[in-house]
């Protein structure tokens, strides 16, 4: 019989207790109750589930000191300043574990070949909607660009008036007509490249959006 296999992760967090011993020396624990109550948590919730906790990763956080003081002395025969004294200093210590679950189940071949499928199913609608995510973030900027150009399409480079001639094309002003001729076709330019670049996103879109449909349809049969 195949075996099937679920992990699962959970992130716990608990605080470091800090101690002074009164001479000025600080200790840092690590606040093994609230570990201990955070793992207790973590096995009840998942007893009923079958899961179990078979590996930790610890996590910690950094505490550090910058010391910085000056001595100064005297005495009868005179006074003398002292440079700095006293180290900086550094360390980690855990105040979390990012825990890892498993859940082993004995199956028939037709049970692990219909769960296999469901997460085949799964996961391929899971990248399909990222995929689609990123694709509407890229058609939203194209959109924005070609919006920002707009203005190239019937604009009209204007002779303005005053002492030394100016040109002047999209909110922008050149001395040269040759340079504002050249600003307008590159903008130009630049908006026919986002019309193409708009077209084909909006075809993808459509292709993805209708490849979604269908897995999620047959996901949902599946379900019934």
Request: glycine fraction near 8%; hydrophobic fraction near 30%.
């Amino acid at each position: 019989m195949p075996s099937w296999v679920e992990t699962k992760t959970e992130i716990i967090h608990f605080s470091m207790n800090q101690n002074n011993s009164g001479n000025g020396n600080f200790f840092w624990n690590t606040n093994l109750e609230e570990l201990n109550t955070e793992l207790d948590r973590i096995l009840r919730n998942n007893y009923d589930k079958h899961f179990q906790i078979v590996g930790c990763v610890p996590l910690t956080t950094g505490v550090a000191h910058h010391h910085a003081e000056w001595k100064f002395q005297s005495n009868s025969e005179g006074s003398y300043g002292g440079a700095g004294y006293g180290y900086g200093w550094g360390l980690s210590n855990i105040s979390g574990a990012i825990v890892f679950l498993q859940k082993v189940e004995q199956l028939s071949q037709d049970e692990f070949d219909r769960r296999s499928e469901e997460r085949r199913l799964a996961d391929r609608i899971s990248s399909l909607k990222s995929e689609l995510e990123e694709l509407n973030n890229n058609l939203s900027s194209v959109v924005s660009t070609k919006k920002r150009l707009a203005w190239s399409q019937s604009a009209r480079i204007e002779e303005l008036p005053g002492l030394k001639t100016r040109y002047q094309i999209g909110g922008e002003t050149f001395f040269l007509k040759k340079k504002a001729e050249r600003y307008l076709a590159d903008s130009q330019v630049s908006y026919e490249k986002s019309q193409q670049k708009e077209n084909e996103l909006l075809h993808r879109q459509t292709g993805l959006k209708d490849q979604l449909k269908r897995l999620e349809s047959e996901s949902n049969e599946k379900d019934v």
